[in-house]
């Protein structure tokens, strides 16, 4: 009998071990060794093992995340050691004068100023926490609070699947106190379909990751915080005994190897330089991380140089953030316009009330279709949430329905076409509603935009504003008339001299000698993009050809499916498109076969990394990151911002980040510049 119980107990405590240990792999490393199957197998033997003897349950079991009710209010909990906060540093100026005072002070102190050394971090946007681990074991965790008294909040910091326990024995000798430092946060894809999902149960939106993630901590039922996919960053400790530590990036390590998710990006470095760039760094990257950065934290790497310098009130004189402008921003969307893209699809926007958002000044964004108005509930007159991540178009995220007046408008979308006001028609399965009508004048004139636009026929000095008023004087119709157009014509036009007229002649008719692909893709057919232009010229040759060619056979093109295909042929089946090609064709527009450097390209030529796919990490040498996907997307290949097994490549230079990490589990070939060059000159002589 006892056998058996000690028997039960073993295991018990051997199933345990391995879901902390696979619990570590998954959400601190990041890579897995089993699949979710065999997980949840692991999971539900111990569940069934405790349910049989519950005596055996213990509270830090990987079983007892959540359980109990909800509590009637947070108990007030005294941190062992304050949680500091940080000071600002709002440009770079300011950091090099943080920097310049920490040199100063060290040197006062005593110590040697070369021996100074600094950890990066990104500063998360989330809410700080607390979380007291007593031999290993997690007893409590709190909100930061007022520095010195924060809110109990452990049982809803226990559903967070991320946060330990129980600490990994590679962490022993545990510390018989330690307070564990991290910010909780919400990611930003699970902050949009968080706020979706209230939106479509008539909930209040929350404004912000951060809100909504302290919204989600602080909630007195633990069953709600378990449903919201929270995360924590790890950085840092408070009060320790009976462990210590040198420096802050031994701390860092000691608490990865505890099992806690410590970001893999943080750096240790020693120059000024070296610090300035990382922020730099951190800056770029921002918008790829899937999750909200302010800016980074720069902390003196060492411990008793930090008790050294001290404190000013809460703001440790050994660390600061370096401060990002925001990426999120309020504003009052006006009113909702609709505009008629070129192939007639009624396209809604929003005027916004004007406002800065990631350093730009931003009055007007995408709003996409109306279903996503919908889903979304923007109406005219609301206050929205905008966030421009990188340098990406500015998004309406959700509306701010809290404050609401009742004053606001739902959005229809228009019976008619705002231009032309032939009635629209919607195409079933198609989100999208359309102008059908071929003459409409806004999609005359969107067409000769993207004709002339630059990844099509590039025709420099004719940018949207020319082609709209040459459209209102009637000097052209459509593309063809722009190789019609004289000296004379222009130099007329406000604000043209003789000059820039004959330059803009000029330009017209360089172009008539494009490459067959980006005349293709300048036509304008539904579905054809650059890159299908030329999948298309590659296996057709001339624009005769494929014109003649079935639907079939143009879906055999490889990379061609079939919706692409019917909208090739039927472009080709209309008398209008027709008509335009004679007439570019009559102009002069070359229109035949691939010229030479076109036959070279489609061959072995100049495209080596044709279908390859590549993932840049770190600095390179001498290329900046746009250049480096330039030449790699000229030769074929296409660059995508992380790695998987369907990676072929990535590309690594100084301070790589996760992405190597990740590519040297999956065994992804890796290159530096120089390798990178030789792949790219293969195609050339
Ligand atoms: O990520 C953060 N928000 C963050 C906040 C990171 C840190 O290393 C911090 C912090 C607040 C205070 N360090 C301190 C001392």
Not at 47 to 57: M, N, S, V
Not at 254 to 278: H, K, M, Q, T, Y
Request: charged letters at 25%; aromatic letters at 6%; hydrophobic letters at 40%.
């Amino acid at each position: 009998m006892a056998t058996t119980d000690d028997a039960v107990a073993a295991r018990i405590e051997e199933l345990r071990a391995l879901i902390r240990h696979h619990d570590y792999r998954y959400y601190v490393l990041d890579s897995p060794e089993i699949s979710d199957a065999e997980y949840d197998a692991l999971f539900r033997e111990l569940e069934e093992l405790e349910q049989a003897h519950p005596e055996l349950i213990t509270p830090d079991s990987p079983t007892q995340r959540v359980g109990g009710e909800p509590l009637p209010g947070f108990a007030q909990v005294r941190h062992g050691e304050p949680m500091l906060s940080l000071a600002n540093a709002k440009n770079e100026e300011e950091l090099r004068a943080w920097h310049a005072r920490v040199v100063r002070l060290t040197a006062e102190a005593g110590w040697d100023t070369r021996d100074l050394r600094f950890v990066l971090e990104p500063k998360i946007d989330g809410l700080a926490v607390s979380l007291r681990y007593e031999e290993g074991r997690f007893t409590v965790g709190a909100t930061r609070g007022n520095g010195e008294i924060g809110e109990d909040v452990t049982l809803n910091l226990r559903t967070i699947p991320v946060v330990p326990l129980a600490m990994l024995p590679a962490a022993a000798p545990f510390p018989r106190v330690v307070e564990v430092r991290g910010e909780v946060y919400l990611p930003l894809e699970a902050f949009s379909r968080l706020n979706e999902q209230r939106l479509a149960a008539g909930e209040s939106t929350f404004a912000n990751p951060r809100n909504a993630a302290a919204g989600s901590l602080r909630q007195l039922d633990p069953r709600v915080t378990a449903s919201r996919p929270l995360s924590v960053w790890f950085y840092g400790i408070g009060l320790v005994e009976g462990r210590q530590f040198a420096t802050h990036y031994e701390v860092l390590e000691w608490l990865r190897a505890a099992g806690f998710r410590v970001n893999p990006d943080v750096r240790r470095v020693e120059s000024l330089e070296a610090i300035v760039e990382g922020c730099r760094r951190w800056q770029e990257r921002r918008s790829e991380l899937g999750y909200d950065i302010d800016g980074v934290v720069v902390k003196v790497d060492d411990r008793a140089l930090q008790a050294a310098l001290g404190a000013v009130g809460r703001d440790p004189r050994w660390a600061v953030a370096y401060k990002f402008a925001p990426t999120t921003a309020q504003t009052r969307l006006l009113k909702i316009h609709v505009s008629v893209g070129r192939t007639g699809v009624l396209n809604p926007w929003a005027e916004l009330e004007p406002v800065e958002v990631g350093g730009v000044t931003v009055e007007r964004a995408t709003l996409h279709n109306e279903e996503d108005i919908r889903r979304k509930d923007l109406r005219e007159g609301d206050m929205v949430i905008l966030q421009r991540a990188g340098d990406v178009i500015p998004q309406v995220v959700a509306p701010l329905t809290d404050l609401r007046t009742g004053a606001e408008k739902p959005f229809h979308m228009p019976d008619h076409c705002p231009s032309c006001g032939t009635p629209v028609v919607r195409v079933p399965g198609e989100v999208a509603v359309r102008c059908p009508n071929p003459d409409c004048p806004a999609k005359r004139a969107e067409a000769i935009k993207h004709f002339v636009s630059k990844g099509a026929m590039d025709i420099e000095g004719v940018g949207e504003k020319l082609v709209e008023r040459l459209l209102e004087l009637g000097l052209i119709r459509d593309a063809a008339d722009l190789y019609r157009l004289t000296v004379e014509q222009l130099a007329h036009l406000e604000r043209l001299g003789e000059k820039s007229a004959s330059n803009i002649v000029n330009a017209i008719a360089q172009s008539k000698k494009r490459p067959l692909a980006r005349i293709l893709f300048a036509l304008g057919i539904p579905h054809v993009g650059i890159e299908n232009a030329e999948l298309l010229v590659r296996r057709f040759g001339s624009l005769e050809t494929l014109q003649k060619a079935s639907v079939e056979e143009i879906s055999q093109t490889p990379g061609i499916g079939p919706v692409i295909a019917q909208s090739v042929y039927d472009y080709f089946r209309d008398q209008r498109n027709l008509d335009l090609l004679a007439r570019l064709r009559e102009a002069g527009v070359d229109l035949e076969g691939p010229k030479e450097e076109e036959e070279a390209a489609a061959g072995a030529g100049t495209r080596p990394l044709a279908g390859k796919t590549f993932v840049l990490t770190g600095t390179l040498p001498t290329l900046t990151r746009q250049e480096a996907t330039d030449l790699i997307t000229a030769a074929g290949g296409r660059v995508t911002g992380s790695v998987s097994a369907k990676t072929d490549y990535v590309v690594v230079g100084e301070e790589p980040g996760s992405k190597l990490t990740r590519a040297e589990e999956l065994g992804i070939p890796l290159l530096n510049e120089a390798r990178l060059r030789e792949l790219l000159a293969q195609g050339e002589g």
